[in-house]
């Protein structure tokens, strides 16, 4: 609640102003204060309103006493209260031939059509606070003015020197404007000072040195963070010029855009700096200072990297760790680095295996967002219900399980970063709808809520399925395939890109022996063109399963093809057969599983190592 006071020293309007504030809609937001002292008895101290009314003289002379020490607002003498007047004093003095009209030059302006029509003459007599009503009303008399109309002040002041005189009464529509002016100016008013203190509040609660300046280049505005780097208390920085701490080593009124990226040493402390000019027309008006000492940058960093890390959220591959030389992996990581340069969303399309994971890491790694959130998903490892509240979250009570604490959802947790959705094509299409309001809307919903949240996340999808014909056969939406096919990026399959296969071999068995810390092998190059010679359904992955299976299962330094041919049938699956062969199986995929350790490999078999030693030898798995 606020109070307006009305200073009205006649008491025929105060009687119109309560009758306006009874009715007013806004009563019980308002207190209503009415002062009837004249203006040469008011005093500054006295007044109580948040907001105060007057009019006429009295109006002139409370705006230049009160100044900006309150909300002053003039009630209005409208057309229509100073025809009325003037109606009135026809029609009670009708012999009337000269009316003198005084009023302040507000009131008086715009007069002129009313006496342009009238057959009477009529004078008007503008006054102020320091001309004052009384040399108005002499000078009337002077030019023979019969009847005189204007306020409380000179209407009284005529009839004391025995002239007919009459008032103009404020109307209710005048009193209700300006009821309804004071409660917006003062809501206004209040609504600025909260965004201020809020501002304040913001500028204050932000870690990091904020300064403005202005067109002098000096500062207008210091938060504690920037005082405390330099070192000095607000009252010995505001009024001084920022050239003083060695902000202005380019001048800022030569900049035209943001400029980031500068440092500099302030007492004793290194800081990153950055400069924002505000221009008129290209005139430089005042200016924007943020700074952070490094320090801190670095120590916050590494925290977010190490969170980061923990959760899982982070991409630990590149495009230099793509191995191979062959033309078509060098076309797809020539592909992907270029679109690592732009935010658009990519779909990798590929046969299992392939590397596509691989390849969406490296392209997060290369783009500007590499240093936040990397999330995987894979799309086909989870049922519906348990996919959607992993990529949206959910909110307490969301579900029967739900946590009572809720969960972030993926989408959420890869903000500002990248979200990998592998298997895209196994999302149903259900889900396929709630998806494709993220790509158009960048906003999701928790599961159980109605708020949105704004995100900032590049996808990147994949899919080894042909989307172009689930979308023929309404298994896909067609509209989400053309959000999510932006950029196409097809992985070679292991077969088109055989010649990668002894480079690829290397690694793998050189990664396998250093987890095993068994044997270190060298392979036999007869080796390479019988692999190169098989289809590899399952690409890369089987490779490196075939590596892994040779690491734990060669004993001999050499990988030999015989070794290679052990472990690998023509369809590129393990032997099953009967007898032997299958007893044989079985204990290569105990070593496998153990890595190798044979110990644990018999245990696993329910057999002694004695007897695992003798089958090894026996099936010449073990020379």
């Not at 009708?94 to 009023?103: C, D, L, Q, S």
């Not at 078509?328 to 392939?354: M, Q, R, W, Y």
């Not at 890491?361 to 783009?367: D, E, K, L, Y």
């Not at 330094?557 to 032997?575: A, M, N, P, T, Y």
Request: hydrophobic content about 40%; proline content about 3%; glycine content about 8%.
């Amino acid at each position: 609640m606020f109070t307006i006071e009305f200073i009205l020293p006649y008491h025929k309007l105060r009687t119109a102003v309560e009758q306006v504030f009874r009715e007013h809609p806004k009563r019980d937001q308002i207190k209503l204060v009415i002062t009837s002292k004249t203006h040469s008895e008011i005093r500054e101290g006295e007044l109580k309103g948040d907001v105060i009314i007057a009019r006429g003289l009295t109006a002139a002379y409370m705006d230049r006493l009160l100044k900006s020490s309150f909300i002053f607002i003039e009630l209005p003498m409208s057309g229509y209260d100073v025809m009325k007047a003037f109606h009135e004093g026809l029609t009670m003095y009708p012999e009337t031939k000269t009316i003198g009209f005084i009023a302040t030059p507000a009131t008086i302006y715009g007069f002129e059509n009313f006496i342009a029509e009238s057959n009477l003459t009529i004078r008007t007599y503008p006054i102020d606070y320091s001309s004052g009503y009384e040399g108005a009303v002499d000078q009337a008399i002077e030019d023979g003015v019969d009847l005189f109309i204007g306020g409380d002040g000179a209407a009284s002041c005529a009839i004391s020197r025995g002239f007919h005189a009459v008032r103009i009464d404020a109307g209710r529509d005048s009193v209700r404007q300006a009821i309804d002016e004071a409660l917006y100016i003062y809501q206004t008013k209040m609504e600025q000072e909260l965004r201020s203190s809020r501002m304040d509040a913001v500028i204050e609660s932000i870690d990091e040195g904020i300064i403005t300046c202005d067109g002098d280049k000096n500062i207008t505005l210091c938060n504690s963070y920037a005082q405390g780097v330099l070192g000095k208390p607000i009252q010995e920085l505001v009024g001084h010029s920022i050239s003083e701490f060695g902000f202005d080593v380019v001048p800022f009124e030569t900049l035209s855009e943001r400029e980031e990226g500068r440092f500099l040493t302030l007492n004793g402390s290194n800081i990153l700096l950055s400069r924002t000019p505000i221009l008129v027309d290209g005139v430089f008006q005042s200016g924007v200072i943020v700074f952070q000492k490094l320090s801190k940058i670095q120590h916050m960093e590494r925290a977010i990297r190490r969170e980061a890390t923990k959760s899982g959220l982070s991409a630990d591959h590149s495009f230099k760790q793509i191995l191979g030389n062959s033309r078509a992996i060098n076309e797809a990581k020539e592909l992907g680095l270029s679109f690592s340069k732009v935010n658009a969303n990519v779909l990798l399309v590929g046969d299992t295996g392939t590397g596509k994971e691989l390849f969406a890491q490296s392209i997060h790694n290369a783009s500007d967002r590499h240093s936040m959130p990397f999330v995987a998903v894979n799309c086909a490892a989870l049922p519906e219900t348990l996919l959607e509240s992993e990529l949206f979250g959910y909110v307490s009570g969301a579900f029967t399980g739900a946590s009572k604490s809720g969960k972030v959802g993926l989408f959420e947790l890869a903000h500002t970063g990248t979200i990998f959705l592998d298997e895209i094509g196994e999302i149903s299409l259900s889900l396929q709808g709630r998806l494709l309001r993220v790509l158009e809307e960048r906003e999701i919903m928790r599961l159980g809520s109605d708020k949105v949240t704004a995100i900032d996340v590049r996808i990147i999808a994949a899919t080894n399925r042909d989307l172009e014909q689930l979308v023929r056969e309404n298994k896909f939406r067609k509209d989400l395939f053309y959000r999510l096919d932006v950029l196409r990026l097809p992985l070679p399959s292991l077969a088109e890109r055989s010649e990668d296969i002894p480079i690829l071999m290397e690694s793998f068995i050189e990664r396998a022996d250093r987890k095993s810390g068994l044997v270190k092998h060298m392979i036999d190059p007869e080796v390479f063109p019988f692999l190169q010679s098989y289809s590899w359904p399952g690409n890369i992955r089987q490779l490196r399963n075939l590596c892994e299976r040779l690491s734990a299962v060669v004993f001999n330094s050499i990988i030999k093809l015989e070794d290679v041919k052990r472990c690998f049938s023509s369809e590129g699956s393990h032997v099953h057969l009967s007898g032997d062969a299958m007893e044989r199986e079985r204990l290569l995929n105990a070593l496998v599983e153990t890595q190798g350790n044979r110990s644990r490999a018999a245990e696993k078999l329910g057999i002694d190592r004695t007897t695992l030693y003798r089958k090894l030898r026996k099936y010449k798995v073990l020379q």
